[in-house]
């Protein structure tokens, strides 16, 4: 069995490849696929993929059986991600490293591009031969509540709004379990509904899913503070600057990486009670944790 490293370095070159698939057949104006492909190909982790992907070996699937439903998430993380740059949101100038969507095409562009990638989503699922239709039905259903304003959006919303007040954890939680939370969720969802596993150890996924959503974004929180711009691909301290609510601002610095070890370690003890081969998805855990980016 590959390790978590080679694991993803194969997975990634695959979804990279069968992204690229779907952008050049698309018939769509030149300009609007030069943007989608612009912040598609702009690097980036995958970790919404791989999590699909590792989730599937646990299930001893066939991993290529994600893969449309893997291209699709990755679609929609990186139209929130140029939405959220955009001027009337975070405005920032650096996404990955490289300049944002709006700033190379223009802000028109760049929201259209955003919205071809989010529906463009669902019809790949639509379109794929390789779900049953109650599959497609469960997938997109999954997918819509993740990233709508049940999810996702009700996350980004709150974000906003919460900006230069004084929020509880209670709220801050509710911010992050939607923006970032429900899309991290959604892999490990989507590949219990392929694997077609019992409502036990789906509802067991489901809990391990928030675990790690929280943490991932505790870990931000962190980065933020002890990380350098260059080797996030974005502006460090911009937390501090925008003066927003943190994990680092409620709970201070040692309280963060306290509550980060808590989820993980929870994570964790879920994996470990499963009846299945959680081997990547516990070095996926240990990833989330330890990145630097």
């Keep these: ?165 004084n929020l509880s954890l209670q709220e801050l939680e509710y911010i992050h379990l939607h923006k970032t939370g429900k899309l991290l969720a959604f892999p490990i969802i989507a590949a219990t509904i392929l694997a077609d596993c019992d409502r036990e150890v789906k509802k067991e996924l489901a809990e391990y899913a928030k675990h790690i959503g929280l943490a991932f974004q505790i870990q931000d929180d962190i980065l933020d503070v002890e990380g350098t711009t260059e080797k996030l691909g974005k502006t460090a301290g911009s937390d501090t600057e925008n003066n927003k609510s943190t994990y680092i601002t409620l709970l201070s610095l040692e309280g963060a990486k306290e509550k980060l070890n808590e989820h993980l370690s929870k994570a964790r003890a879920i994996l470990e009670r499963l009846p299945i081969d959680t081997t990547l998805l516990l070095e996926i855990t240990d990833l989330i944790g330890k990145r630097e980016n």
């Design 1 to 165: 069995m590959l390790h978590l490293k080679e694991f993803m370095d194969e997975r990634i070159g695959i979804i990279n490849d069968e992204l690229a698939k779907y952008i050049n057949k698309l018939n769509a104006p030149s300009n609007l696929k030069k943007s989608m492909n612009y912040s598609l190909m702009a690097g980036g982790k995958r970790i919404r993929p791989i999590l699909l992907f590792a989730t599937l070996q646990a299930f001893q699937k066939n991993l290529n059986l994600g893969l449309p439903v893997a291209c699709a998430l990755e679609m929609i993380h990186t139209y929130s991600l140029i939405h959220d740059d955009l001027p009337c949101m975070d405005d920032d100038d650096l996404r990955r490293g490289k300049p944002t969507n709006h700033k190379v095409f223009g802000e028109a562009v760049a929201v259209l591009a955003g919205d071809g990638l989010l529906t463009y989503s669902f019809q790949i699922i639509m379109e794929s031969d390789q779900f049953t239709p109650e599959q497609k039905v469960a997938l997109v259903y999954e997918l819509a509540k993740a990233a709508g304003p049940e999810g996702m959006v009700a996350g980004q919303l709150a974000d906003m709004e919460g900006e230069n007040g």
